[in-house]
């Protein structure tokens, strides 16, 4: 799909200007930080789900982006100190990440986020294909991004693993600083079409993947409860009534991904996420892919 195209049905589906039906009482002010340069595809998805969670719960709302790039340590430190600068974030879950903060436990991918691609130089494509055991994917270095929880989750399953900033991480990629780059399997394929010009030799590794128990999930500021609350109600009647499966299903932003990515024909290695809360570990089977 050329990227025109997905960028249009992309943010088409996402609905971002428009709430629910109007409502009598005061809209929800929805304000979210701007994570990186040219988000736009990656966030696409997330804010479809949430105009679906919104208009089931029949709330009124309006949503903006802060034009403040925060990295993921910063928007959360935003979110649990009450100034309002955001009042909402979705990254990866994580029980730290959780401490003063209101958590919609419902994956936004059903767990996709979790199943990682590598991001590689196309001529190291062979260096790959050798690679049958776990111990083989040791050898070589990965890179992620600074406070990421993933960084954590690979490290403890003993992967040698360098950090940098987001959009660094493709350099280091493309100068062969690091030897792969993990992405969800959501994030690889859009990533890279922006970035045909500036980072030329990169590509998405065709055979292997990792697959660890993780999602990006809503996370509400302080004070912001009436949200949460929402939002999450919202989330669990779209899952009754069939509305949230028919949008993942049809998404531009996820089956794009899934068609090209093909999953289940990847060498999977499955790792352990220790970094789950209790209440993230009892999320409904029902909310994950597998």
């Known amino acids: 799909m050329h990227r025109r195209r997905f960028v249009l049905a992309a943010l088409g589906a996402a609905g971002v200007t428009l ?6 009482a005061q809209p929800f002010d929805i304000v979210y930080p701007r994570v990186s340069p ?10 479809a789900v949430l105009d679906l969670a919104m208009k089931t719960a029949n709330a009124a709302y309006t949503v903006r982006r802060t034009e403040i790039i925060m990295e993921r340590g910063r928007a959360l430190a935003e979110l649990a100190n009450g100034h309002n600068t955001i009042n909402l974030h979705w990254t990866s879950m994580e029980a730290t ?7 919609v436990r419902i994956p936004i991918h059903r767990g996709l986020i979790g199943y990682r691609v590598f991001v590689i130089r196309k001529d190291r494509q062979r260096d790959f294909d050798k690679i049958e055991r776990f111990s083989d994917l040791k050898a070589f270095t990965c ?4 406070g990421w929880i993933d960084t954590d989750i690979l490290k403890a399953a003993g992967l040698d693993v360098q950090t940098s900033t987001y959009e660094t991480m493709f350099e280091m990629t493309q100068n062969g600083r690091v030897d792969y780059f993990p992405r969800g399997v959501v994030e690889a394929f859009a990533e890279l079409e922006g970035r045909q010009y500036s980072e030329p030799d990169l590509v998405v590794e065709n055979r292997l993947m990792l697959k660890y128990r993780s999602d990006f999930i809503f996370y509400v500021a302080t004070g912001h409860e009436a949200l949460a609350s929402t939002i999450e109600n919202g989330l669990v009647q779209a899952y009754r009534d069939g509305t ?4 993942f299903n049809s998404h531009p932003y996820i089956q794009d991904a899934l068609a090209r990515t093909r999953p289940a024909s990847r060498k999977t290695f499955h790792l352990d996420n220790p970094y789950l809360s209790e209440a993230d570990r009892r999320i409904p089977r029902e909310y994950w892919m597998s």
């Open 38 to 47: 040219g988000a736009d595809l990656r966030a696409a998805f997330a804010l």
């Open 143 to 146: 890179g992620q991004g600074l």
């Open 97 to 103: 990440a959780e401490r003063g903060l209101n958590v």
């Open 244 to 247: 949230y499966l028919r949008l």
């Open 19 to 24: 709430g629910a039906r109007a409502m009598p």
